[in-house]
């Protein structure tokens, strides 16, 4: 079993749209989260920290229940330049990243 | 931009070669983390230096190693390499302790 699981997608929208991605993560003693995106032969850029009692950040919600070992992010109003790899992460005891596989979201007019 | 800049952007190397991938971290940050991405996959941990020590590998075979320097830059270094190498190499900068890692644009080795 992966440590993060995704469903790779592809997720094609509509503009406006609301989009929800999900995430599972295997490790109970992980202790960060994180939403990365990623654009076409591009590095992964941070979008979001997760937190416990969910959090938001403009159109972006991301919300994280530890007793389901599961994260979520919720896109509203979905825009053309919000068509990327949306990449869950999560770390551990240690400082490494452990990253799924990404869901690729695009966004069409 | 993020300040963490890597070279060179591409290589192109044939099985059994041996190849040096270098970062700079953004300043401020006394820790690197390298990631390997492998086509339609998300990036896997191979080390991290904190203060020119290694501190923490994923699962990846002794050829792949590393250095970090005093100005707290890196090197990856892969010895034999293999066509499975063939990837994207990113790294990542922070002040370590959890602390938020920044990437690079990375470096795409094409192993023929």
């Known amino acids: 079993r992966k440590e993060v699981e995704q469903d790779p997608g592809p997720f094609n929208v509509p503009e406006g749209a609301t989009v929800a991605f999900n995430c599972t993560y295997s490790n109970s003693a992980s202790q960060s989260f994180f939403w990365y995106r990623q654009d076409c032969r591009k590095e992964p850029k941070l979008l979001m920290s997760?937190?416990?009692s969910g959090n938001e950040d403009g159109r972006f919600t991301a919300q994280l229940n530890r007793a389901s070992q599961y994260i979520s992010l919720l896109i509203r109003d979905s825009k053309l330049s919000d068509s990327a790899t949306y990449l869950c992460?999560?770390?551990?005891?240690?400082?490494?990243?452990?990253f799924g596989t990404g869901t690729r979201l695009q966004v069409f007019p | 931009e993020t300040g963490v800049t890597q070279s060179p952007t591409h290589l192109i190397k044939t099985r059994g070669q041996q190849v040096t991938l270098r970062c700079s971290s953004q300043s401020g940050h006394n820790t690197v983390s390298w990631y390997q991405q492998a086509l339609g996959q998300g990036p896997q941990f191979i080390f991290q230096y904190y203060r020119e020590e290694e501190n923490g590998r994923g699962n990846f075979p002794p050829r792949f190693s590393g250095l970090q320097f005093p100005n707290y830059s890196s090197e990856l270094n892969v010895n034999a390499l293999e066509l499975d190498d063939s990837a994207l190499y990113l790294c990542?900068?922070?002040?370590?302790?959890?602390?938020?890692?920044?990437f690079g644009p990375g470096t795409r080795l094409l192993v023929l």
């Open positions: 990542a900068s922070s002040t370590g302790g959890g602390e938020t890692q920044y």
């Open positions: 992460v999560v770390r551990g005891p240690t400082d490494k990243l452990i």
């Open positions: 997760v937190y416990s």
